[in-house]
Nanobody, 126 residues
Framework: QVQLAESGGGSVQSGGSLRLSCAAT????????MGWFRQAPGKEREGVAG????????YADSVKGRFTISQDNTNAKKIYLQMNSLKSDDTAMYYC???????????????????WGQGTQVTVSS
């Protein structure tokens, strides 16, 4: 059973930075795709960034140049989302997700992911 655990959310002022972490356990394959998604109240869940097991990354246009997804060098099943120049529009619940196999789309699409974390809240105040 794959389990995901996020951490690192919080409150920050506009222009600030936060780093989210996600640790995955229970993987049975070395080929996988992991991603960060977010959902604001009243909005659909959207893909923010994705990373494949080979290190290939993808981003939503709204976060390109501000957010960076990466893998832990010693534990590839741990990923991070470095968020810089945060805006009030970035306020949302952020979720880590994973799937076996390749990353299908760029940025990731929620329907393609089978495993989800509980989420961590990010609040950006102006």
């Amino acid at each position: 059973q794959v389990q995901l655990a996020e951490s690192g959310g919080g409150s920050v002022q506009s222009g600030g930075s936060l780093r989210l972490s996600c640790a995955a356990t229970g993987y049975t394959s070395n080929t996988y795709c992991m991603g960060w998604f977010r959902q604001a109240p009243g909005k659909e869940r959207e893909g923010v960034a994705g990373i494949a097991s080979d290190g290939t990354t993808s981003y939503a246009d709204s976060v390109k140049g501000r957010f960076t997804i990466s893998q832990d060098n010693t534990n590839a099943k741990k990923i991070y989302l470095q968020m810089n120049s945060l805006k009030s529009d970035d306020t949302a619940m952020y979720y880590c997700a994973a799937r076996f196999g390749v990353c299908y789309t760029s940025p990731p699409r929620a329907a393609d992911f089978a495993y989800w974390g509980q989420g961590t809240q990010v609040t950006v105040s102006s």
